[in-house]
């Protein structure tokens, strides 16, 4: 019984972390009900490059768009800027749309967190790249859990993680 004594604290510490998540997990889905602000999180080399094909098939009620990208990322930023010249709206509701960069991950928790404090709700879609054909991606396999909509491009990942949504090739 001493042995687990020092164990009592940290059990403690444990549960407090992993029972919010939880009900994270459950938190109840939002109806999509145009027009939504898109905040969009790049990453260099093809994640921009699919990214920016996803956003190409978005109707305009997806509008505005912010996006988040490394301050070093030159390549992306003047992808994205050419691609925006063509598109700008203002509306009031948010989503986040993501695929993948490590990056995503830190901007999905905190609108999280902004929701969970009740200053902004944001639905979050995340689309695992079209390279992960079995397995998902170390953001994936943290943003399946905590994303609004999680969409996979490979009917092998449907089946191992069913709360997924299959689409075929969208990217």
Not at 19 to 27: I, T, Y
Not at 91 to 98: K, V
């Amino acid at each position: 019984m001493d042995v687990l004594l020092p164990l009592v604290p940290l059990l403690l510490l444990l549960s407090l972390l992993l029972v919010p998540l939880a009900f994270l997990a459950r938190r109840p889905r939002c109806r999509r009900t145009p027009p939504l602000s898109l905040l969009v999180v790049a990453g260099s080399g093809g994640h921009t490059t699919e990214i920016l094909r996803l956003l190409s098939c978005l109707s305009d009620s997806y509008s505005p768009r912010h996006y988040v990208f490394a301050d070093s990322d030159e390549m992306s930023e003047a992808k994205i800027c050419s691609f925006e010249q063509k598109k700008a709206e203002t509306f009031s509701n948010s989503q986040i749309l993501c695929n993948g960069p490590g990056t995503c991950v830190p901007v999905c928790i905190s609108a999280l967190l902004l929701g969970l404090l009740r200053m902004k709700r944001a639905v979050i879609v995340y689309v695992e790249s079209i390279c992960r054909v079995e397995t998902l991606s170390l953001s994936g396999k943290i943003l399946y859990y905590l994303s609004d909509y999680f969409i996979v491009q490979w009917p092998e990942l449907k089946e191992k993680y069913p709360r997924s949504v299959y689409l075929g090739r969208v990217v």
